[in-house]
C-alpha cells in the first residue's frame, strides 16, 4: 500500500493528519493528540517540522498556527539507571 | 543477500574504522571494525531490513546515522532498543532485530498494511466490549511495541556527577566549538556537551565541506580547543530554568548533572525525509546520512544512488560520490545554474532538471523512483536506483532551549528557529543559541554567530572593556 508517511516511529501519514484537520483538530497539539505524531521513540525529531509545515499549509500558509507542541525532558529515550542515583544523592546533599 | 561495498578509506579521514572484530548477527557471524557503528557493519553485509515500523509493519531501516531517528534500534546483547548507529561494533556482540513475525526479515503482518487501505483508524476500534478490548490490547501488544524485556543483567544505577560551571555549550558543531572557545579566551571556564563521538557538526560532512582537505584544517582548528571540559557521546538530555540553569547529560557510564550560569545551545538540525508516496521505504536517506555513510564510514549501501536537492551541499555530495566512484543513476534538481551544477555537469553526471520526485516503489528496500514534472502530479520518468538521497527543508534542534521556555518561531521555510536578539541572547536572558538553530544558514555564519553568542554570554558573566570592543567591531563587520 503506497503511504506517506510523516512520523515513522508511529506510522502516523498524511491521510491521518487530513483526516484529523477535517474532523476540526486544526492546531499542532490537538493534531499530536489525536493521530500520536511526535509521540513515539525518536520524540518528535523526525516529525514535528513536517506537522507543522503541513498544518500552516492546510491553512493557506499561515505560519502563526504552528506554535511549538510542549517539549519535555527527557531529549533522548535514556535507562532510568542514569538516574537511579538522583535520590540518594539529594538525600545526601540534604543532611 | 546483496552486499553494501567498502571502499578504500580516504587519508584524513575522520572515522577510521580500526581494527576487524566479529560478531554474532541472527545466528551469523558477520564482520565489522571496532571503530564502525554496528548499522554501519550491517549494511556493509547486506542487512537491508533492520525492524518493522508499529502498527502496518511497514520495513525500517536506517535513516539520520547522526542518533536522531529510530529507524536502525535492535536488540543488541539482550538489551532492547539499541541505537546501533551509535554503538560500535565489539568483537563476540550479539546483534539482533526486534519487531516482526516470524522475523524483521519475512513479518506476516506486513498483511495490516496490505489489506487496511487508505487509514487503519484506531480511534473507533475495540470499543465494542470490554472482554474483547482486553484480548485485543493484549494482541496489539504482542504485535507491535518495542521489542521484549531484557535478558541482560539489570543495569548498575549510574553514577551521576554533578558540579557548576560558568557556562555550558551544548553541541560541538562550528557554532558550539567557536562559542566555547570565545569563552574559555575570555577566562570563563567551559563545558562542552557532544552527543556524537567526534567534534565537528557539520565540519565533518566530508561531501559538503569540499573534501578531505578542508576536514584537515577544521580538524586542526578542533583540536586546538584547549581549556575546555568536553565530553562527547554525551548527549544533553534536559534543560530546567531556575536562578542557575540545571544542564543534564548523560553517556554510557556518567550521568552529568550541571548547574550553569549561561548555557549557548547550538545544536543544529534534524535530518528528515521530504513527503512523497513510500519515503519511509530502506535506502531512502538524508544527505548528512549518506555523506557519513559513504565519505566517512566509507561504506556504500547500494547502487546505483539518485540524488534530489536544490542545495550546494547536496549537489557538492553527489559530485564527491562521482569522485569516489560510487554509482549514480543522476541528479534531480530544479536548480538551473551554480558551480555545483557546473561541475556536475562536467563529471558527466545526469541531470534531470524541473523534475521532482513523487514515488518510491520497492518491497523491502528501493527499487526505482517516479518523478514528475515540476508543475504536475501525475509521474513521467520512472528510474531504477538502489538508494536515493533526498534533502528535505530544515527541522532545527529546538527542543533544549525550548525546555527552558525560550520562545520559538515556526515558519514553513526554516522550520522552528529559536528567537535570538542581534547578540545571540534568547528570550531568557542566561540562555544564547548560536548556529543552524538561530538561523545560520552555512557552517561559516554558524561559527560567526557561535563567536557572537560566546562573546555576549562572556560579557553578561562580566563586564570587559576589550571583549565589549571585540562584539561591537563583529557587530559592525
Ligand atoms: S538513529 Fe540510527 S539511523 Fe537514525
Known amino acids: 500500500m503506497g ?3 510523516v512520523c515513522r516511529c508511529e506510522d502516523v501519514t498524511v491521510e491521518d493528519l487530513n483526516q484529523a484537520f477535517s474532523e476540526g483538530y486544526r492546531d499542532l497539539e490537538s493534531l499530536k493528540r489525536y493521530t500520536g505524531f511526535s509521540t513515539g521513540f525518536c520524540q518528535g525529531k523526525c516529525c514535528t517540522a513536517h506537522a507543522a509545515r503541513f498544518l500552516s499549509a492546510l491553512k493557506g500558509g499561515d505560519d502563526t498556527v504552528a506554535d511549538p507542541i510542549r517539549t519535555r525532558p527527557l531529549l533522548h529515550p535514556t535507562p532510568a539507571s542514569h538516574f537511579a542515583r538522583a535520590v540518594e544523592l539529594l538525600d545526601e546533599e540534604s543532611k | 543477500m546483496a552486499q553494501g561495498r567498502r571502499i578504500k578509506s580516504p587519508e584524513g579521514n575522520p572515522f577510521e574504522r580500526g581494527k576487524q572484530v566479529r560478531f554474532q548477527f541472527e545466528g551469523r557471524s558477520l564482520q565489522g571494525y571496532d571503530h564502525e557503528p554496528l ?5 556493509a553485509a547486506g542487512v537491508r531490513v533492520f525492524g518493522r515500523s508499529l502498527k502496518y509493519h511497514r520495513p525500517r531501516g536506517p535513516v539520520c546515522l547522526h542518533g536522531h531517528c529510530s529507524g536502525c534500534l535492535m536488540r543488541v546483547n539482550g538489551v532492547a532498543n539499541i541505537r546501533t548507529c ?4 565489539r568483537s563476540g556482540m550479539v546483534v539482533e532485530r526486534q519487531t516482526g513475525w516470524p522475523s524483521a526479515g519475512l513479518d506476516f503482518f506486513r498483511a495490516v498494511d496490505l489489506l487496511s487501505g487508505e487509514r487503519l483508524d484506531h480511534h473507533g476500534m475495540f470499543t465494542a466490549s470490554s472482554v474483547l478490548n482486553r484480548i485485543a490490547g493484549y494482541v496489539v501488544r504482542k504485535l507491535s511495541g518495542l521489542g521484549a524485556p531484557p535478558t541482560a543483567d539489570p543495569q548498575t544505577p549510574v553514577p551521576i556527577s554533578r558540579f557548576s560551571s560558568d557556562a555550558v555549550v551544548i553541541g560541538a558543531g562550528a557554532a558550539g566549538l567557536s562559542a566555547a572557545k570565545t569563552l574559555s579566551g575570555c577566562g570563563h571556564n ?8 567526534h567534534r565537528g557538526g557539520r565540519l565533518l560532512d566530508g561531501a559538503t565541506q569540499n573534501g578531505w582537505e578542508r576536514i584537515r584544517d577544521f580538524k586542526e582548528e578542533i583540536e586546538s580547543v584547549a581549556g575546555i571540559e568536553i565530553h562527547v557521546k554525551t548527549p544533553a538530555l534536559a534543560v530546567y530554568p531556575g536562578d542557575t540553569l540545571q544542564v543534564v547529560a548523560g553517556n554510557e557510564g556518567k550521568t552529568f548533572w550541571i548547574s550553569a550560569r549561561r548555557l549557548i545551545v547550538c545544536t543544529g538540525t534534524y535530518e528528515q525525509i521530504p513527503l512523497f508516496e513510500n519515503n519511509d521505504l530502506p535506502g531512502i536517506f538524508g544527505p548528512r546520512a549518506m555523506d557519513r555513510l559513504v565519505c566517512g564510514y566509507s561504506v556504500v549501501p547500494a547502487e546505483p544512488v539518485l540524488v534530489v536537492g536544490e542545495r550546494d551541499a547536496t549537489l557538492r555530495l553527489a559530485g564527491r560520490l562521482r569522485e569516489l566512484n560510487v554509482t549514480l543513476a543522476g541528479v534531480v534538481t530544479t536548480r538551473t545554474e551554480g558551480d555545483a551544477l557546473t561541475s556536475l555537469k562536467r563529471k558527466n553526471v545526469e541531470i534531470f532538471q524541473d523534475r521532482r520526485i513523487v514515488r518510491a516503489l520497492g518491497g ?4 526505482r523512483v517516479e518523478l514528475a514534472h515540476r508543475s504536475s502530479e501525475q ?3 520512472v528510474l531504477d536506483c538502489r538508494a536515493c538521497v533526498v534533502e528535505a527543508p530544515p527541522a532545527p534542534a529546538y527542543e533544549l532551549a525550548h525546555h527552558a521556555g525560550c520562545r520559538v518561531s515556526f515558519s514553513s521555510q526554516s522550520g522552528y528557529l529559536v528567537q535570538v536578539n542581534d547578540e545571540g541572547q534568547t528570550t531568557h ?3 544564547f543559541a548560536a548556529g543552524h538553530i538561530a538561523g545560520s544558514d552555512s557552517v561559516d555564519a554558524a561559527a560567526q554567530s557561535g563567536e557572537r553568542a560566546g562573546l555576549a554570554c562572556a560579557l553578561s558573566l562580566k563586564d570587559d ?4 570592543r571585540r562584539l561591537e567591531s563583529m557587530q559592525k563587520g
Do not use: F, Y
Open chain 2, 364 to 367: 523491502k528496500w528501493l527499487d
Open chain 2, 190 to 197: 567551559v563545558v562542552l556537551l557532544e552527543a556524537e563521538e
Open chain 2, 429 to 431: 536572558g542566561q540562555i
Open chain 2, 86 to 89: 551509535e554503538t560500535p561494533c
Open chain 2, 379 to 381: 509521474s513521467d520518468l
Open chain 2, 39 to 43: 548499522a554501519v557493519a550491517l549494511m
Open chain 1, 3 to 5: 503511504r506517506t508517511i
Open chain 2, 465 to 468: 572593556a576589550q571583549v565589549r
